[in-house]
């Protein structure tokens, strides 16, 4: 969809979108000339540092939202190359592919309670974004921001960031990966839809506990998570970030490459024990983060059961050092028809359901804290 245009959403939404008696069709989403009225109570979710012109984020799937009463409602989206899409009423309007910085104006609404949400769907590696926040229009009257008393926290690879998952095929360039990569789509928010909760995506392609994918540059992502921004300048602080579920996936980048001349790692044996020891220190300081956290590690099986294997011994350490809040569970029969064979929006269905069974069995994991 080209930049500058008015984007509209008509007949194809037709019956789905009046179902919701909250809109009066077309809804349209325009770039205007400048930022007006008041700034609405904004409910986040990631990791953001807050400065001039909005909130800056790089971790993936950071979401904003808001509610108001009125027809129509401004957003500001800031600098840096992003996708985002746009929902009101719990219905996507449309997607935003690298949009101009600049205010937008949603209109098309009936007259009654409404609310707004701006996800980001594309992964930020190279640089932040920044989102500007929502405003008022004439006749718009802010109300309280929306709040969810659970929380879940996703920190992963590749396969958590949603990479390539709209693909229609495995053979992508870096743009298409890019173009085709939607964290707003993947396992995180299909999980958190179900259980009505707020949630975090601490993910990084191609980073793993001990080794990047094969063998690559930059931070692993334990060395990365305790940042707000992938320079690592500030440490990431939120007293309001809880959560009762902690969901991690890391072994792909460390498994899936043979090792190469000058890694740090004589053998994969060597690899193993480093990967073990190191996934174990990770959770600990998760749980010393998070005391309640229920801490669930999952893997594909993939690269013939290696991961699998080797997270099944992390748990087993874990336990045998007196945790017991913790659990584990293998996602199989995945097509990884995605781009470069990752997961496609079918197989986050398949991971999520899988993820979902097993809280389903621990309701545990929602029960009053314990302090």
């Not at 405003?135 to 690879?157: K, N, V």
């Amino acid at each position: 969809m080209a930049e500058g245009y008015a984007l509209t959403i008509s007949a194809m939404l037709g019956a789905a979108l009046l179902a919701t008696a909250a809109v009066a069709a077309p809804i349209t989403v325009t770039p205007v000339a400048a930022v007006a009225g008041k700034p609405l109570p904004l409910h986040i979710g990631g990791r953001v540092d807050r400065v001039v012109d909005g909130f800056r984020r790089q971790w993936p799937g950071t979401y904003f939202e808001a509610a108001f009463h009125g027809r129509g409602i401004l957003f500001t989206v800031g600098p840096g190359d992003v996708v985002l899409t746009v929902s009101v009423d719990g219905v996507t309007v449309t997607r935003l592919v690298k949009p101009r910085p600049g205010s937008y104006r949603i209109d098309g609404l009936t007259s009654s309670r409404h609310s707004i949400r701006v996800a980001v769907s594309s992964e930020s590696q190279a640089a932040p974004t920044v989102f500007g926040g929502f405003r008022t229009l004439p006749g718009t009257r802010a109300l309280p921001a929306p709040a969810r008393a659970r929380q879940i926290e996703f920190i992963g690879d590749s396969h958590t960031v949603g990479y390539g998952n709209l693909a229609t095929k495995r053979d992508c360039s870096e743009e298409e990966v890019w173009a085709t990569t939607d964290t707003a789509r993947g396992i995180a928010a299909l999980t958190a839809r179900r259980y009505g909760a707020d949630y975090q995506v601490n993910a990084i392609s191609g980073r793993g506990i001990v080794r990047n994918y094969d063998g690559g540059a930059g931070a692993t992502l334990p060395t990365a998570y305790p940042f707000t921004l992938f320079d690592r300048a500030t440490r990431y602080a939120d007293s309001g970030w809880h959560p009762r579920l902690i969901a991690i996936a890391l072994g792909t980048n460390d498994f899936t490459t043979a090792l190469h001349a000058g890694e740090p790692w004589a053998d994969r044996a060597a690899l193993h024990a480093d990967y073990e020891a190191s996934y174990v220190a990770f959770v600990r300081r998760l749980r010393a983060r998070d005391p309640d956290a229920h801490v669930l590690l999952w893997a594909t099986d993939m690269a013939n059961g290696e991961i699998a294997a080797e997270v099944a011994k992390v748990v087993a350490r874990l336990k045998a050092a007196g945790e017991r809040n913790v659990g584990f569970v293998v996602v199989t029969d995945l097509a990884f028809s995605g781009c470069h064979a990752h997961p496609s929006t079918a197989d986050d269905d398949r991971i999520a359901t899988t993820l979902a069974n097993y809280i389903d069995g621990h309701p545990e994991i929602w029960a009053a804290r314990r302090r």
